[in-house]
């Protein structure tokens, strides 16, 4: 039973390490690494080179591939180097592969005790997400190798052998058994070590540990499959490219070692025999063979991919909408000109808030253009951040102006999001759909008239725009009232989500008279 617990416990912090590596290295990710990552990626070699240091830190083609969506979104990397760095980070992933099967612990435990007296340090605060990365990484080695120790005794237990014995010696079932331990594990790494750890003590044959490794791949792409599954236009056409990518390679070398096995013809077991390492580092060759197999094809035809991938997930109007426009990699400029820059990008940002009236009333999913705002909006917060760094004491009001405009941009964000997934869950009863209708006209129209009145600039536009958008909070307050008493079944169904929703309405209505006071260029007191 020791043992048992030693691989849960290694698999737990293995997945733990993994979560807590992640997410320190998005804190890690500024705007300014990005627009270097974008220098560093213009040609696919180089592209290449930060995919294998990337794949080193991160172990996780499922992480990896969701940071590289998100840089790509910002557009501080094309469709081509984002391909080539997924090509490098399955290099880079076999790294651990191959260290695992000599001896780290000591290593790890270091990095392990000065990384902790690091992050508790005050006089060392400035690298506590730095140290926190090296944390998480030693605990993703120490869960392997947790995981590789605690295998090996398993083997003397007769309980253990019986039921690996029970499940026969069939490649094929290995394959299966790994695919699913991929899959709740979300890493290739640590399911191909368990299989080799378990090959080395003759607990199962070197043909299900190299079908474990095949198996591990298929189990990572189905991951990406399903967490890709809401993404669109390039994000999606990224995430397809690993699964896809996984998928040609496994049906490539499954069949290989079939005839290899059963007809004679040499191929990926040939191979690593004829290195004269020992099993455990045959089988972790094995893992870095596979990343490097398709390297010289995929690279020569990063062309070809990117125009098949945008044939079959063309770039959609949300996935345009993310990327921001005026906000571009390359701009640096004077300290008022980049202000400018910002305040057309947050404007524009605006101008995509009524869409939500758009997506509601054609019952679609309003994630997608949630979380494009959300991009666009980070991008122009992290842009004006950098030019606090840059010019310090240059149009100091103006660019405080504009911090203070974006958490209003971001808070109206967020609640118009909440408005739109709530009036999509109301009931379909006629009740509930005049008052989604109702909702979503008025506060629509006092949407287009800050709109109409932001372009014009004229003085009536923007009188207009303020009677429109005066405290509404009474006004909700009827509306919910009416809604509530007249039809008792919404009571008792939908009374929580008509509460949120007009609670949420005030709110923007709220947020909305704020953004109007600093977009008006006629104060009050003059109209």
Known sequence: MEHLAGVVGGLGLFIFG????????????????????????????????WGVFAGVVTQSMAALTF????????????????????????????????????????????????????????????????????????MVVLGLVLLEEAAAPLADQPWFR???????????LAFLVAALLAFAVQSTGAVSIVGISLATVGVISVDQAIMTIYGSFIGSGAVIYLL????????RQLAMYVVILNALICAALVPLLYAELHL???????LVSATGLDPARQLALVYVVMALIPLPV????????????????????????????????????????????????????????????????????????????????????????????????????????????????????????????????????????????????GVDGAFLAVADAMESGDRRSWDLANRLIDDRGELMGRIRSRYLESDPAAHRRDSANLMSITNTTEEIFFLLSKLVEDFDPYPRDEA
């Open 264 to 270: 004679g013809v040499p191929s990926m077991k040939a």
């Open 162 to 172: 019986d039921m690996v014995e029970g499940t026969g010696s069939s490649p094929a």
């Open 67 to 138: 940071i590289t969506v998100g840089v790509l979104r910002s557009r501080l990397l094309t469709m081509r180097g984002a391909l080539a760095t997924i090509l490098g980070g399955r290099l880079g992933m076999t790294a651990l592969v191959m260290i695992v099967t000599f001896d780290i612990k000591t290593v790890a435990l270091c990095t392990v005790g000065v990384a902790s007296a690091v992050m508790v340090a005050e006089r060392l605060s400035n690298y506590r997400a730095v140290a926190a990365s090296f944390l998480g990484g030693a």
């Open 298 to 441: 995929m690279l020569a035809g990063l062309g070809l991919s990117v125009r098949v991938l945008e044939r079959l997930w063309p770039v959609s109007e949300i996935d345009e909408l993310s990327r921001t426009e005026f906000i571009l990699p390359q701009v640096s400029g004077d300290a008022e000109t980049s202000l400018m820059l910002a305040d057309l990008e947050q404007k524009r940002a605006f101008g995509m808030l009524p869409r939500y009236f758009d997506l509601v009333r054609r019952n679609e999913d309003v994630g997608p253009l949630r979380d494009a705002l959300r991009t666009v909006l980070s991008e122009t917060g992290e842009f004006l951040t950098d030019l606090e760094v840059l010019h310090p004491m240059r149009a100091v009001e103006d660019r405080n102006a504009l911090l203070n405009r974006q958490k209003l941009l971001s808070w109206l964000a967020d609640a118009m999001a909440v408005m739109g997934a709530g009036l999509l869950g109301l009931g379909d009863r006629p009740v509930l759909q005049r008052f989604r209708s109702s909702l979503c006209e």
């Open 228 to 235: 890709s599954a809401n993404l669109t236009g390039r994000s």
């Open 18 to 49: 993994m979560r807590f590596l992640t997410e320190n290295l998005k804190k890690l990710a500024s705007r300014r690494l990005r627009q270097t990552v974008r220098r560093w990626t213009a040609n696919r070699f180089a592209a290449l080179l």
